[in-house]
């Protein structure tokens, strides 16, 4: 069983930021495909960012150019830095990993138990 726990959300003004973190095994965090999907109220999950394990990216059309996910080997830790926030990034936020790059594919096999983002207007 693979436990994934993130952190770093909370609430923050339109045109803001935040980073959050996804922890767990060091090899999952550093070898396998990790993934950030998101869920608005009312709304289905989404994928928002993926990295595979040659540390190739791809965002959602909807966060390109403001999002920005990596990761720290040393740390075992996974990054998405979330800039200029609007009130349409407000959701629960899931790290998700796997073996297999699913990338924005909602079939990964390990997930966190979320963690919210609340952008203010």
């Known amino acids: 069983q693979v436990t994934l726990v993130e952190s770093g959300g909370g609430s923050v003004q339109s045109g803001g930021s935040l980073r959050l973190s996804c922890s767990g095994p060091?090899?999952?965090?550093?070898?396998?495909?990790i993934a950030w999907f998101r869920q608005a109220p009312g709304k289905e999950r989404e994928g928002v960012a993926a990295?595979?394990?040659?540390?190739?990216?791809v965002y959602a059309d909807s966060v390109k150019g403001r999002f920005t996910l990596s990761r720290d080997p040393d740390k075992d830790t996974a990054y998405l830095l979330m800039n200029n926030l609007t009130p349409e990034d407000t959701a629960m936020y899931f790290c998700?990993?796997?073996?297999?790059?699913?990338?924005?594919?909602?079939?990964?096999?390990?997930w966190g138990q979320g963690i919210q983002v609340t952008v203010s207007p």
């Open positions: 998700a990993a796997d073996y297999v790059p699913w990338r924005l594919q909602e079939r990964y096999r390990h």
């Open positions: 990295i595979d394990s040659d540390d190739d990216t």
């Open positions: 060091g090899e999952v965090l550093d070898k396998y495909s």
